[in-house]
């Protein structure tokens, strides 16, 4: 390996250890945490320093749910200029060692960094298969979403309901990168899970790209390090596959001389492989139970408005009004959505019973300030009587749950025979 091959191994190695510290301590229990909060305040204080004095750029989000904040950009320039620096006097330390005729070798580094890079992608693919095994990524689309216009929807909403419509498929697709990060687990299956993870990762990135979800910067990285993981072998996979060569098994040899560290390491490598699988499915299944699983409300559903009175005077159900209701929605407890005739989308409220009050109050998500009473009672199995006070007036109305499977997305199913495409 001549000098700038180690050199630009030793930033590689570097910023790989930079991006993904503290793992793998973060996923110890008690321990984790108390490595992983000082870890995110250094950064938390250096990055916005960075941004602002470097770059000119405010950063005024943490990363919460999304990985393509200016706070991830910048932290990426970070970790880039920190692995330069470091890989700069480890090769000044690497070359003055070599004056002195200890000529130095990077075969162990390379080795290190490979073990470390399998069970960081195994421990992330691993991760987010769980989370579609158990549907627990994307929910089935709820009420609101099946009111929303298609062309409303935002590239990721429609992702996220393509690819929670059908459970099958996102049970099939978080399958496979379970199986990448399980075959990463094992020396032998090194380079077949990391083919199984670029074959999943690379349309995970360009479903990232397509639809705008904010996890560019983080899938692209796990894609990366797949090929990382499968560069040592380019040259066997093509002679197998494209040259018709003969392919000689490829030279592994132990990762510890000592028999007793060799089986300690394997041991602690089953260990860990399964409590990761277990903590991931575990946990995907706690966040179902309470969310895409959790009991639905009694009056779960989309209800469409029969008839309407405000300020005592019945109003004919135009859609030309636009102080008609339309359509009322109660998904998940303590909220409402309401949807007027003049405005596709569902307005969502705060519902809350206050302490000696008759009925409910609303309030407006983005203005606490504003508030509405409203109270309703089950008037039939389907037909609810709301009455209430809005905006000054009074509203009276009767509403009809509208049968769920109404809907095409949820009741087309599976057909064998399709005489012709139902294609709405």
Partial sequence: MNTAKRFLFRVLFVYVLLYCFPFPVNVIPIVGEMIEQPYTDLWNEAVPWVGERLFRVEVRFRPAGSGDTTYNYVQLYCFLVLALAAAAVWTAISFFRWRNRERPSDARFHEWLRIYVRFVLATAMIFYGASKVVPAQMAAPWPGKLLQPIGDASPMGLVWTFMGASFAYMAFTGAGEMLGGLLLAFRRTTLLGALVCIGVMSNVVMINFSYDVPVKLYSSHLLLMAVFLAVPDLKRLANLLVLNRRVPPSERGPLFADRERHWAALALRTAFVLFITWTSLHGAWQAYREFGGAPRPRLYGVWEVEAL?????????????????????????????????????????????????????????????????????????????????????????????????SYRLVSRGFRWINEWPYNR
């Fill in 309 to 405: 009175a405000i300020d005592g005077v019945d109003r004919p159900l135009l859609i030309t009004d636009a102080e008609v209701w339309r359509r009322l929605t109660f998904e998940w407890p303590g909220a409402i959505g309401i949807q007027r005739a003049q405005d596709a989308r569902v307005r969502y409220y705060e519902l809350k019973r206050e302490p000696g009050a008759r009925g409910f109050v609303l309030r407006k998500y983005d203005d606490p300030a504003w508030k509405a009473r409203v109270s309703y009672r089950l008037a039939g199995a389907d037909v609810l009587a709301l009455e209430g006070e809005m905006d000054g007036k009074k509203v009276s109305a009767r509403f009809r749950r509208r049968d769920e499977s």
